[in-house]
């Protein structure tokens, strides 16, 4: 292990991480850490992170702005070991970390448990007799589960394989199972279908969650040689190489039963890179690190799954020397990448960027790509149980200091905007916000709350000043409410009987009012002739307000119940009293629906006859009778 000289350095533009007030939106940041090892980059809850330097077992804590909470070294000596990613988020909150550790004269892995606190939660080696073991990758599936990828080679040689071992989040033994494939380095995902899609050389496989191998496939790319865990994307997989001794970068894809869904091997001209690591986004896309061979700064390619390139964006100063080896997106869509200032003493660093990759150092770039040809076959590969054991092993650790100087760094301005001054009209309220895609670490507005929004209804003059998440900056505005109000007219009716009321007026005028009758009419009085709801719209400025008014008719309507149509001159006939002027219709049903009498004139008398002029019998009968735009339904009853 190399020895860490555990310094603060606090000159010219380096400053310790604790100082207040020095966090930035986007950075790029030197952590001074000695270091030529692989670091990983993973999220924590609250929008924070870690970064594990596997060569010394440090991790540091950072929150959501870049600042360090915590810095550690882990007491356990780890032979920094392959290729894939060595850190994950459980889904817990914890973070898992592997290793692969010295056990007498061979070789195992260990998995350790933190908390975000940085405390160990649990630790467990994990080793074969007569084996060593090197760990290339680690990753979660959809079941909360840890998927660790190895190498098993015997000792003093033989048959090597590729174990995979699955472990729940105590670390208790799922199962493991030894897969016999022809390469030695490679890595693993956990795929969105609960499987894992594994590498080692030119060699795919597909493991369903119970460790049977679903599809293997080899790759026909001659003169060509990489190890990186392919990536996932909507309708398949991708899978990065480089033509032996070049920098030529090629990717192939695979759908999701292993077949070539292109017939060629793409590749990037214009970018030569020493290595081709691929991390999958939220959108569908993924994202390739170009680490030049040339030594200066990395280039970071956003392809969509066809590889069509979306962004391409280079990270780094002219004095900078930088190698990005990780990468992860957090929930605001942000990049937080991990690895390498190049120099004399080659240094951890790490970063979070903008969406577009932007971190006050980074300029766009375009990217040129190309084919060859591709071909691959399916390969069968051999599958045993193994028995791994599993020992529990208590790790201390141990704080370090550390210093940090930014590379690069960027403040982005969060303005507020809470609108243009505003009327409200009668009761209407307007709800206040920031009308910002940014979100704001402290919000106090001048009523007093301290909520991202607000809801208002009185006149006055509102501003809110909030604090930026990652900056010292306050942002401040104002805007002006007016309340305006259209006044119930002086003289008007809400009710009106016509019967108290020949042709009455409805009056709507109000000062400095226009208006809009239901009937068209544009004056602020209206004559009435018959019964009926009218409205108005009045507007004042920049307000409206509807008013009704119903109108009742004063017209008498009798319906009696009963009528006896036996021809001896009493209550012969069934007919109604009603003196108004409004359209009269009757409609009479027997009790099965079937209509027996109808007219339109008020006068009418019923003789007890149907439609058909046949005697209807005894019983009880039903009327619909419309008056205007009254309707009355009742019971009517037939007796001799």
Known sequence: MVTIFRFLLVFGICTLVHSSGLTQDYFISNLNLPTIGTPSVTNTPNGGWMVYEPENSTIFKFDRCGTVEWAKQLQAKNEDCCVGNAMITLNNGNVALLQREAIGTSFGFRIIVLDVLGNVVWSKLYSRAGVDYYPYSMDIDIAGNLMAYVAEIPQGGGQGYRLVLKVNESGSVIWSKNYQTPSIWGASISASNGSSICRTGHTIFKINPNGSVDWA?????????????????????????????TDELLFVKLDKSGALQWNEARNILNISATSNNLFGLPNGNFVTVLNPTNGTNPTLVEFDSDLQPQKTVRIGLTSSNLRILDLITNDADEVLVAGIQNGVVPSLMHGKLSSNYGGGC????????????VSSSVVNIPVQDVVVDEVTSTVTTNNIFYATNFICSQVVGKPINLGPDTVLCNDDSLELNTNSVVQYETYLWSTGETTPTITVKDSGTYYLTAKGFCDTSTYTDTINITKSEVPTPVNWQEFIDLCENENPVLDAEVPNGSYLWDNGSTAPQLTISQSGTYTVTITVGRCAQEFESVVSSCENLAIPNVFTPNADGINDYFSVVYDGNEDFQIEIYNRWGVKQFTSSKAGFSWNGRTISGQLAPVGVYYYIITVGEEIHKGALTLTK
């Open 217 to 245: 496939v080899s790759l026909q790319l001659p003169n060509t040689y990489d190890y990186y865990a392919p990536v996932e994307v909507a309708d398949g997989f991708i899978i990065s190489t480089k033509v032996s001794g």
């Open 362 to 373: 980074s300029i766009n770039v375009s990217v040129n790509t190309g084919s060859l040809p």
